[in-house]
């Protein structure tokens, strides 16, 4: 059957087999600006925007996937939501957006399904403090957290727990340097957020 998908290539871009339901390869960014980081085309079916450090890490993770999430809101900032998906390792992708922060507000994992009249398109709020911390920092947040992970600029994760006094002890010892807290919530949202350890 994936053969057949894949030779209908002038509908067909990409096929594959997966046994579950959810998106492991795509990201759901948010763009510091509107008009900074909005595709203009492909290049070699890799996604070209108008900022060119964007181009260069969408050519480094193979980026064919850049379409503008809710392109019927009225919002600027629902507006800047782009779902993204790379032919990659999506952590390293991911730690790559997160850097980018001149350009990209925020990412988060994208899961599947389909929503249908649903007004509600908010991520979790969530406010890490301090940031940049010295050995722990807090999560406030108004939803409850079912699992905690830190990952660290490679993709490697270097905790992944449901306990926030273990999420305290791992963040105690790790080297200074940048990692991503990647937060599920409850109710079956995902967050990810930069963090700087001193």
């Not at 087999?17 to 290049?43: C, H, K, M």
């Not at 503008?68 to 952590?91: A, E, W």
Request: charged share 15%; proline share 4%.
């Amino acid at each position: 059957m994936i053969a057949d998908l894949l030779a209908y290539s002038t509908v067909i871009e990409s096929a594959k087999i997966t046994n579950n339901y959810e998106f492991t390869d795509a990201t759901r960014l948010q763009l510091v600006n509107l008009n900074i980081g909005a595709p203009v085309g492909t290049s070699n079916n890799i996604i070209v925007t108008n900022d060119a450090g964007l181009n260069t890490i969408f050519q480094n993770f193979n980026v064919f996937y850049y379409v503008q999430s809710y392109p019927s809101s009225n919002v600027n900032s629902t507006l800047r939501y782009y779902t993204t998906v790379c032919d990659c390792d999506k952590n390293l992708l991911n730690a790559a957006l997160l850097n980018y922060a001149s350009v990209i507000q925020t990412i988060e994992s994208v899961n599947g399904g389909v929503m249908l009249s649903n007004p509600q398109f908010d991520k979790p709020k969530a406010v890490i403090s301090p940031n940049p911390f010295p050995r722990n920092f807090d999560i406030e947040t108004e939803q409850t957290i079912v699992n905690y992970a830190i990952i660290d600029i490679n993709g490697k994760t270097i905790s992944n727990t449901t306990s926030k006094a273990e999420l305290d002890y791992q963040s105690s010892k790790l080297s200074a340097g940048m990692y991503i807290l990647n937060l599920d919530f409850e109710n079956g949202q995902k967050a990810n957020y930069k963090l700087m350890k001193k």
